[in-house]
């Protein structure tokens, strides 16, 4: 069997690259603060905070407190969910910065899925279309 290297294919397929680099990371040194105190979307599982930043792509930051989610085995995953619904996502293009908070009602409610971030992030999108 032969192994084809992923530029290869891409460039092959046509298919854009769906990454989580570094770049799309908000960390708490570059300013989760300034993203809190803004504008901000909300459902039952997540708050989602938002702004614009003068950068060509997104960044992601994420809370998940242990008071909501105990054990860190569940902080850990639903951080990878998180990641993951924002990595395939198509506001990793827009200019802002976004964090989400994990809310109490996630950890009462075990069959939560992605969906209600991925309309979420459809509502901040939308919301940030004219800017």
Not at 10 to 34: M, V
């Amino acid at each position: 069997m032969r192994v084809v290297p992923e530029a290869v294919q891409d460039s092959q397929f046509n298919i854009p690259a769906a990454k989580f680099t570094i770049a799309h990371r908000l960390l708490r040194e570059d300013g989760f603060g300034h993203v809190v105190h803004a504008e901000s979307m909300a459902n039952r599982h997540f708050k989602v905070f938002f702004v614009q930043n003068g950068r060509n792509n997104a960044r992601l930051g994420i809370v998940s407190s242990k008071k909501i989610l105990p054990r860190a085995v569940d902080r850990n995953r639903v951080k990878r969910l998180i990641r993951e619904t924002f990595r395939q996502h198509s506001i990793k293009s827009r200019k802002l910065d976004v964090v989400v908070m994990v809310r109490p009602a996630y950890a009462q409610d075990a069959s939560m899925q992605n969906n209600n971030l991925a309309m979420l992030l459809d509502g901040v999108e939308n919301r940030c279309a004219g800017l």
